[in-house]
């Protein structure tokens, strides 16, 4: 059955964006796993500290546990973000991944 996807531009994990991902969690079955691709940033040198506040922002302010990881298989809910789409896609594109967003 084919899922949600919810496209954001900048300012993802900003307060104006709370009710959007609380919206989208409360369709999600309890004990849904969630997943943080840290693609689009993981070139960065400060890439476990946005993990790290993105964890937060996510169990704090919508209620998710989500993990970092880059296997989605089985995710019922998959952020992706922040940083640069290009070089997340660009990275995707050549990896089993883009198979499993699909």
């Not at 969690?25 to 997943?35: D, I, K, N, Q, S």
């Not at 995710?75 to 789409?85: H, R, T």
């Amino acid at each position: 059955m084919p899922g949600l996807l919810v496209l954001m531009g900048s300012g993802e994990t900003s307060p104006t964006m709370v009710e959007i991902h609380r919206s989208v969690a409360r369709g999600l079955r309890a004990g849904a796993r969630a997943v943080l691709l840290d693609t689009p940033y993981a070139f960065q040198e400060n890439a476990a500290d946005i993990s790290a506040r993105a964890r937060q922002y996510f169990a704090r302010s919508v209620g998710l546990d989500v993990t970092v990881a880059s296997d989605v298989t089985g995710a019922d809910w998959v952020f992706s973000g922040p940083g640069s789409p290009t070089y997340a896609l660009d990275r995707w594109t050549r990896s089993p991944l883009a198979g499993d967003l699909r």
